[in-house]
């Protein structure tokens, strides 16, 4: 009986492994080269490349892509697609010139010159009916009324901004009713300035009309918001003292009876907190802040530094005067020691 040396043995179980691996790689290599083709779905959109240009359609749209190339490549090609593919007029292909334009035959073409394709093609490119033809419109300039209102919400309080503002309309809306309006509730701004990006709307057009407009660019609109205020004069505000502890605990203070209020104080602010010192909710005070020096020299004035007042309320004047920080009268005496007797020394 013949019998294989173990040596002989393993040189051709080494043959036939290699056989296989060898045989194995080149099915790979014939897989990868292989070319197939796939549909990707994708969102696109026309945009006009300047503010006096409108293009239709407005509204992003799905495109389908019949992709041809490898599996490897074709991943590779998905991934890098954007959420939004952006075709903009004027660019890439795309007409930027004032008309109708037939484009479903021309899609794969703008897509190719968004993408690198080195090892893709785009077999075709088919969109929806509503997105085979591009209308360029060249816009004209005019210039719109700009409305500012404050719901009835805004207790008291108002917008102040701009008045008018110039903006780009198709031809046919030269001399149509649009409207500019900045509409605010109380929860939308409080005091401040803004700037908002307004849309025009244009008055008493069908519906579909009135949606092709809105590829006209928003008009930018600064105001600011005024929040109510009222005023009101109080006819005295008490005073009070105020100092470091250390140093206010050497000395009494007192007023003379003339010094104890700040007489016909006027204050102004939201017309809520206004409503807090008129009813007697809120007490205000004048606040005397005296330093260490001041009460050493026992001055005989100080003046009013701090005024304890509902939130965005201020002073705008007392008695009878624009002085806001009146200087107060006051009385300064040492305040009393207490005796103690001394402690006699231990004796030895």
Known sequence: MFTLSPKLLRGRL????????????????????????????????????SERM????????????????TASELRR??????????????????????????????????????????RVTINSARGVP??????????VERTVDIVLNCDESVKGASIEGSSKATVFVPPD???AKLELTVRLTAMDRPPGAYRDEVQPVAMDLPEARRRELGGIRPVSVDYTVIAATSEIELPRVAVQIAALPESLSKFIVTFPPE????????VTGP?????????????????VHLTHEELVNRVPMAQVDLWMLPPGVRVIGTNGSAN?????????SPAPTTASTPIAPSSP
Not at 100 to 116: V, Y
Not at 259 to 266: D, N
Not at 271 to 287: D, G, H, M, Q
């Open 14 to 49: 080494f043959n036939v492994v290699a056989a296989s691996l060898i045989t194995l790689y080149l099915l790979q290599e014939a897989t990868r080269s292989i070319s197939t083709t796939r549909e990707v779905i994708v969102l696109a959109q026309f945009l006009p490349s």
């Open 259 to 266: 010094g104890q209020f700040i007489q016909r104080v006027v």
């Open 324 to 332: 806001i920080q009146p200087a107060v009268a006051i009385q300064i």
């Open 173 to 175: 809306l030269a001399q």
């Open 77 to 118: 090609f998905e991934s890098t697609l954007p959420p939004l593919v952006e075709l903009i007029a004027g660019s890439g292909g795309v007409p930027g010139t004032e008309g109708s334009w037939p484009i479903a035959d021309r899609l794969p073409d703008f897509f190719e010159a968004k993408f690198d394709l080195a």
């Open 271 to 287: 017309t809520e907190a206004i409503e807090l010192l008129s009813s007697n909710t809120f007490k205000p005070i004048a606040i």
């Open 130 to 139: 509503t997105s085979t033809t591009l209308v360029v419109t060249d816009l």
């Open 54 to 69: 409108m293009v239709t359609p407005v509204d992003p749209f799905p495109v389908t892509l019949q992709l041809i190339g």
